[in-house]
């Protein structure tokens, strides 16, 4: 009777979880955007993730994100559904090239991005948006700078040590993950990024998964004993 109300207990706390950690994103466009590319600003629920940030990539609210591809869109202003992850929807792998020059720009240490005077910002975001396509293997859109010469891709080589080791897979390095996005249908729409943290809740799911593993695992060891008394 004690497992069946526990099991029952930790059902109903799963469920619970479960429906505290739906995540999603709207995503605006500002001042910043171009039409297809450049910054954009995330504003994600239950995480809003902006202690993670610089207040220079804060904008009313949100965050300041980036598309991951260059060819598959998204609404702006539309809820999304999303999850955190470090393969987008065709299965390309984040890059260390694109996971450094995001952190760094999330940070407000990007070298030579300007983030006070709009007209700058808006010419330096149209070319780190460049070099965030070319580590990732897409397109670049017309109306974006070509890499040949591109500040923040060079940048990124060189600080990392040559090109295999900047689009070699990030595998979480400075804490940046794809904000994978899914319309109501479930269909995969534009990745962006983020710098994320653990939520609360995963936390709390994997401290009461190791509760119940320390007490079945305390009833296995105990259960041979308890026969050999009798």
Same mark, same amino acid.
């Given at each position: 009777?004690?497992?069946?109300?526990?099991?029952?207990?930790?059902?109903?706390?799963?469920?619970?979880?479960?429906?505290?950690?739906? /995540?999603?994103?709207?995503?605006?466009?500002?001042?910043?955007?171009?039409?297809?590319?450049?910054?954009?600003?995330?504003?994600?629920?239950?995480?809003?993730?902006?202690?993670?940030?610089?207040?220079?990539? &804060?904008?009313?609210? $949100?965050? %300041?994100?980036?598309?991951? !591809?260059?060819?598959?869109?998204?609404?702006?202003?539309?809820?999304?559904?999303?999850?955190?992850?470090?393969? %987008?929807?065709?299965?390309?792998? =984040?890059?260390?090239?694109?996971?450094?020059?995001?952190? !760094?720009?999330?940070?407000?240490? =990007?070298?030579?991005?300007?983030?006070?005077?709009?007209?700058?910002?808006?010419?330096?975001?149209? %070319?780190?948006?460049?070099?965030?396509?070319?580590? /990732?293997?897409?397109?670049? +859109?017309?109306?974006?700078?070509?890499?040949?010469?591109?500040?923040?891709?060079?940048?990124?080589?060189?600080? =990392?040590? $040559?090109?295999?080791?900047?689009?070699?897979?990030?595998?979480?390095?400075?804490?940046?993950? &794809?904000?994978?996005?899914?319309?109501?249908? $479930?269909?995969?729409? /534009?990745? !962006?990024?983020?710098?994320?943290?653990?939520?609360?809740?995963? &936390?709390?799911?994997?401290?009461?998964?190791?509760?119940? +593993?320390?007490?079945?695992?305390?009833?296995?060891?105990?259960?041979?004993?308890?026969?050999?008394?009798?």
């Amino acid at each position: 009777m004690k497992i069946n109300k526990i099991l029952l207990a930790a059902g109903m706390l799963l469920a619970g979880l479960s429906t505290a950690r739906a /995540q999603n994103v709207i995503l605006d466009q500002n001042i910043y955007s171009y039409r297809d590319g450049g910054e954009f600003t995330a504003h994600t629920t239950p995480n809003n993730f902006l202690d993670n940030y610089a207040p220079s990539a &804060i904008l009313n609210g $949100g965050f %300041e994100t980036f598309c991951v !591809q260059s060819t598959v869109d998204f609404y702006p202003g539309t809820k999304y559904s999303y999850v955190l992850t470090d393969t %987008e929807s065709t299965g390309q792998k =984040l890059t260390m090239g694109t996971a450094f020059l995001y952190d !760094q720009f999330a940070t407000g240490t =990007l070298s030579g991005y300007d983030y006070t005077d709009a007209a700058t910002r808006k010419a330096d975001n149209g %070319e780190l948006q460049s070099a965030l396509w070319a580590f /990732q293997g897409q397109t670049i +859109l017309g109306g974006f700078p070509s890499i040949s010469g591109d500040p923040y891709y060079n940048l990124a080589i060189t600080d =990392l040590g $040559g090109s295999s080791a900047a689009f070699a897979p990030s595998n979480g390095a400075y804490g940046v993950d &794809i904000l994978q996005m899914y319309n109501t249908n $479930g269909a995969p729409a /534009q990745a !962006q990024l983020v710098i994320a943290t653990p939520e609360p809740p995963t &936390i709390l799911l994997c401290l009461f998964a190791g509760i119940l +593993l320390i007490f079945f695992n305390r009833k296995k060891m105990l259960r041979p004993a308890g026969r050999a008394l009798r």
